[in-house]
């Protein structure tokens, strides 16, 4: 493991060109590995429960 102080353009132009560096194929790999890894990633969302549900309101005066 390599620790490295550089701001975040020096970050992001070095992960652009070792990510050019690859061939089409590998790319496209590390693509699908990421979108992976983001689908496993934790996040917190609002479950609607009346979602798939038919929801009748009736208002009486």
């Given at each position: 493991?390599?620790?490295?102080?550089?701001?975040?353009?020096?970050?992001?132009?070095?992960?652009?060109?070792?990510?050019?560096?690859?061939?089409?194929?590998?790319?496209?790999?590390?693509?699908?590995?990421?979108?992976?890894?983001?689908?496993?990633?934790?996040?917190?969302?609002?479950?609607?429960?009346?979602?798939?549900?038919?929801?009748?309101?009736?208002?009486s005066r």
């Open positions: 493991m390599e620790i490295r102080f550089q701001t975040k353009e020096e970050s992001n132009k070095q992960q652009q060109e070792e990510f050019l560096k690859l061939s089409k194929v590998e790319r496209f790999y590390s693509f699908l590995r990421l979108s992976e890894r983001i689908s496993k990633f934790p996040v917190k969302y609002k479950v609607d429960k009346n979602k798939d549900n038919f929801v009748i309101i009736i208002k």
